[in-house]
């Protein structure tokens, strides 16, 4: 070993081998760059969308809700807050000038108008082709319009239809007191929920009471007297006031108008104004013919408080209308206090009425014995014969009286009873009724949200349903709220399996075949086990279910990496396909040629072989199909498919090359399933991993932080959020990860090496020998539990302990290049110069690039002697590495002492560039500066060696010798004694 100072062989690193690589991508042509995790706006906006629905940033859309001739109202999930909202939008091809414009107005002024019966509003932005879109809350219910046409008369549930009304004109007296009115007042814009919660909606035509626009863009069409126009005139015209229907300027009591009108189809079941065409119904509008509609309100026998408040509302002139919807809130709600009013008086009259009835039957009874007592006084004995047959009279007239109003008490208490049971039935029958409307929306829900992969939706609606489940009208529901049930474990089973195949535990992503045993338990579970249950049932099984796509991914990954006999049968008999069925024949019998030619017919896109997303990622991860061919199937669904989770992990998982350059195109496919699935920290994982390998340390551990947040019960979320941190230099946070990946899972040894392997770095030596023998003891063939173990031995001097275990690591893995530089030094500890330089030499063989293997190489070289091969590795150390200090010190002496000063003197001043403060390099540079006689150049190196390290004692020798060879120089020769 070398006595020269600071020259030191490299100790063996402790990171995990570096055969273990990380999962790989190819860059699609339609996702831009991003520099940051998520970080472009381009890529947060791709969100999962249901087919045919346009894509919302920040949001999935479920559904189609309704449409208008201008717009349409989507259901859609927040995604950032998980909560159900409502999206409106344009109709492709309405974004005009003026309807842009509209449409934003109309959320500023809804988000204006914070009141109950308004829905509020949370975000206005933009979609992708530059129209507007409005997020506001949901109302699960049906518009007002709905419930009035759904009346058998309408006299039919007048109270509730009249407590709605109220609401209606309490949100537009809000408006109206902020200073807007809504100029669109109708029943079809008025929403009611399923619990009665009414919401005021669309705000489109609403303008300041100041404002004087009034004018909008043309229509595309509508059906007379019932769209809004978008012309001319603005409003509707079967709800329109006169000065509207004009094109006068208009205030708040054209929204009264609008309310009687709506209070007039209340009581009447009639529209105000109505025509064959719209200009016939606006031309009534303007002329204010409500002749007929007077004489409907007239004759409809509903309250007189009632229709004279409609008819107020609806006249001619705007002066004889009340101020504003407050006005008429306040009618109504006097109105429906009255009539409560009046129930209760009526209540207190027939109990007063009954009491009456009672004190005179008493007083009856009294005066018949009065009037008994003065004939026996007044006729004696004489006429007591007639007084007892006047009483007998009264017996039998009392009794007949008490026995008619026993009668009477009897019929009206049976007549009470049937009244109860009646109005019992019918309030159970609208229970029913609402518990099957409720039930109808709710088990839609719960499929559409199964189909759609959403177990979290789903069971969210399930919830729902158990609830509603054992009330009256359920029954009808019962098989598709079982199948609902079946269908939501069926689908968290098959999330579980693919979260666990896709989760990267050791270093990479695991193959699918070990999620083979756990697909044969979940299918057997759900009733489907090859060679028992016959291929037909299957097919009756998934032939109406929401989750069939997502069973037959399953099936087929099942099929392609589990060989199960009978599988091809119930492919075939569930999702017959010429292709699928030729491919599945070939997987079956091996003959992967076979399977590669009909991939490749697929990849270049024959039209007769186009395939499913969910075939096309099963099949694009067979790794006996050329990566070439996969990579272009999966591209090619890509494109028809965007958001198919599956297929963009595939693609993520593409590429085995961990290079930057190639890390950046994995990282493109992992964003993009991550905007798919963003609560999935499964997505989060790989592409930490791509963005690690891209060289973005930062991102990388922001998204393995995610992951965490995410997962925080999986122990390799936890495991790469600490491998990250350590290698980024913050070893306190990679030791606490690593204890809590331990404690979520203790029988895993990669978890116990990385944990026994930070424990060493750290200095932390009794714990780390603990961690490290377990995982040895776990896993008794995993070299890289092998390898830390022995480095951590070998740092407490147990050199024979640390010999075995490399030993081990080098036998379980032969070509591990850290395992044998590692070996390769604890040898040369161990004097064995030749078992070193075999080691060393075999690290190198295994990584032409491994430095640290190359720099112990040349400096064992020079020890043996060998400057040529010294010379040689320390050469291509720095070929490898320009920056490398150590390589020219190495090489600076190896140089000096081939006798090749000028090169050496180069080496050490190369050194010397890239690191001033060496201080043996100083001297070295002075020790081959004197080889040439550059004595002067010599001294100030070597005081210069010394200055910065006052103890270098071979500076010091070298100063001292040099500067008496320099005073001898120039010392003048002594003179000769003169002879005598």
């Known amino acids: ?109 809804t988000a204006r108008l914070p009141h109950p019966n308004v829905p509020p509003v949370y975000a206005l932005g933009t979609l992708a082709d530059g129209s507007p ?76 009471v100041a404002g004087t626009d009034e004018r909008g863009p043309d229509s595309p069409g509508y059906e007379a007297g019932d769209e809004t126009l978008a012309g001319q005139i603005m409003g509707t015209p079967a709800y329109m006031p006169p000065e509207q229907a004009r094109g006068e300027p208009v205030d708040c009591r054209a929204d009264v108008f609008a309310l009687g009108a709506i209070l007039s189809e209340i009581l009447t079941g009639a529209r105000l104004f109505a025509g064959k065409t719209s200009a016939e119904a606006v031309a009534r509008a303007a002329a204010n013919d409500i002749g007929d509609a007077l004489a409907r309100l007239t004759a409809c026998g509903a309250d007189a408080e009632l229709v004279a408040l409609a008819k107020r509302c609806l006249a001619p002139n705007a002066a004889g209308r009340p101020a504003d919807g407050k006005v008429v809130a306040d009618a109504v709600a006097a109105y429906r206090a009255g009539v409560e009013e009046r129930l209760r008086t009526s209540e207190r009259q027939r109990a007063a009425d009954a009491a009456k009835a009672i004190e005179l039957r008493k007083r009856r009874r009294v005066q018949v014995a009065l009037a008994g007592a003065v004939t026996l006084l007044l006729f004696g004995a004489a006429g007591f014969a007639v ?24 019929e009206r208490t049976e007549r009470e009873k049937r009244e109860a049971a009646f109005r019992q039935q019918v309030k159970d029958n609208e229970a029913a009724a609402e518990n099957r409307q409720a039930l109808t929306e709710l088990v839609k829900r719960c499929e559409e949200a199964l189909s759609a992969n959403g177990e979290l939706a789903a069971g969210a609606a399930l919830v729902e349903i158990d609830r509603r489940a054992s009330a009256p009208g359920a029954e009808d529901f019962r098989a598709r709220i079982e199948r609902c049930r079946k269908d939501r474990a069926m689908l968290v089973r098959l999330n579980q399996i693919d979260d666990q195949r896709w989760t990267p535990t050791r270093g990479s992503v695991p193959p699918p075949s070990t999620a083979v045993p756990h697909w044969a338990r979940a299918f057997a579970d759900y009733g489907i086990v090859p060679k028992t249950t016959a291929p037909a049932d299957v097919s009756r099984l998934l032939e109406h279910s929401p989750i069939r796509e997502r069973v037959l991914a399953a099936l087929e990954l099942w099929h392609l ?21 030729a491919i599945r024949a070939d997987v079956r019998h091996k003959a992967w040629d076979r399977v590669g030619e009909l991939v490749k017919g697929i990849a270049d896109g024959t039209a007769a072989l186009e395939q499913p997303a969910r075939f096309v990622a099963a099949v694009g991860i067979v790794p006996e199909i050329s990566r ?50 963003p609560q999935s920290f499964v997505p989060r994982m790989s592409l930490g991993i791509a963005l690690w390998d891209q060289g973005k340390q930062s991102d990388s551990i922001r ?40 404690r979520l ?13 930070a424990l060493g770095e750290n200095r932390e030596l009794a714990g780390a020998l603990t961690e490290l023998r377990e995982a040895v003891r776990l896993d008794p063939e995993y070299a890289g539990a092998r390898y830390n173990l022995g480095n951590v031995l070998r740092s407490q001097r147990d050199l024979k302990g640390a010999l075995a275990e490399y030993r081990e690591a080098v036998r379980i893995q032969p070509d591990m290049p850290d395992a044998l530089n590692a070996l390769g030094n604890a040898l040369w500890d161990a004097r064995d110069l030749t078992g070193a330089e075999e080691c060393f030499r075999k690290a190198v063989a295994s990584d032409k690039n491994f430095i640290n293997a190359r720099y112990n190489l040349g400096l ?114 002594p003179r000769e004694a003169k002879k005598p």
């Open 1 to 109: 070993m070398s006595n020269d100072p600071d020259v030191t062989r490299l100790p063996a690193t402790d990171h995990l081998p570096a055969d273990e690589p990380s999962p790989t991508i190819v860059r699609p042509a339609d996702l831009p760059a991003t520099d940051a995790l998520l970080g472009n706006s381009t890529l947060r906006s791709w969100r999962p969308t249901a087919p045919g629905l346009p894509t919302v940033p920040g949001y999935e859309v479920l559904r189609e809700i309704a449409r208008g001739g201008m717009g349409r109202v989507l259901a859609a999930r927040d995604l950032s807050l998980g909560r159900e909202v409502a999206i409106k939008v344009l109709l492709p091809g309405t974004a005009t000038h003026d309807a842009v414009p509209r449409f934003v107005t109309e959320s500023k002024i």
């Open 133 to 208: 879109f409005l997020a506001m809350k949901l109302v699960e219910g049906s518009t007002f319009a709905v419930a009035l046409r759904d009346r058998t008369s309408p006299a039919d549930e007048l109270p509730r239809f009249v407590r709605t009304f109220e609401q209606v004109c309490l949100a537009v007296g809000f408006a109206h007191s902020q200073g807007m009115i809504h100029r669109d007042l109708k029943p079809s814009n008025v929403m009611v929920g399923a619990f009665g919660e009414v919401q005021v909606m669309d705000w489109g035509l609403a303008k300041s």
């Open 387 to 410: 007084w007892e047959e006047q009483q007998a009279t009264e017996r039998k007239l009392e009794a007949s009286r008490q026995a008619a109003e026993h009668r009477a008490d009897i």
């Open 561 to 581: 990496f589990g060989a199960v006999p009978g599988l091809t049968e119930i492919l075939h008999a569930a999702d017959a396909d010429p292709v699928r069925d």
């Open 628 to 677: 070439e061919r996969r990579r272009a199937l999966l591209e090619r669904a890509v494109v028809r498919t965007p958001n198919d989770f599956a297929v963009l992990m595939g693609l993520g998982g593409a590429h085995p090359n961990t290079a930057p350059d190639v890390a950046g195109e994995r990282v493109r496919w992992y964003q993009a399933a991550v905007s798919v699935r």
């Open 703 to 742: 998204c393995f932080r995610d992951a965490v947040r995410l997962g925080p019960g999986n122990a390799w979320c936890r495991y790469n959020l600490a491998k990250a941190l350590r290698d980024s230099g913050d070893l306190p946070g990679a030791l606490a990860e690593l204890r809590e990946a331990v």
């Open 745 to 757: 899972d203790p029988g895993e040894a990669r978890i116990r090496d990385a944990l026994g392997s």
């Open 860 to 973: 064992l070289l020079k020890q043996k002697g060998d400057l040529p091969g010294a010379i040689t590795e320390y050469r291509e150390v720095i070929r490898l590495d320009p920056k490398y200090a150590r390589a020219y010190y190495g090489l600076g002496i190896a140089l000096r002492a081939s006798d090749d000063a000028p090169g050496a003197i180069a080496a050490y001043r190369k050194l010397l560039d890239l690191d001033p403060n060496h201080s043996a390099g100083h001297n070295g540079l002075g020790n081959a500066l004197k080889d040439t006689g550059d004595l002067d150049g010599a001294i100030a190196a070597f005081r210069e060696a010394l200055r910065l390290n006052p103890n270098n004692s071979a500076a010091k020798a070298n100063l001292a010798e040099s500067l008496k060879e320099k005073a001898e120089r120039i010392a003048p020769p």
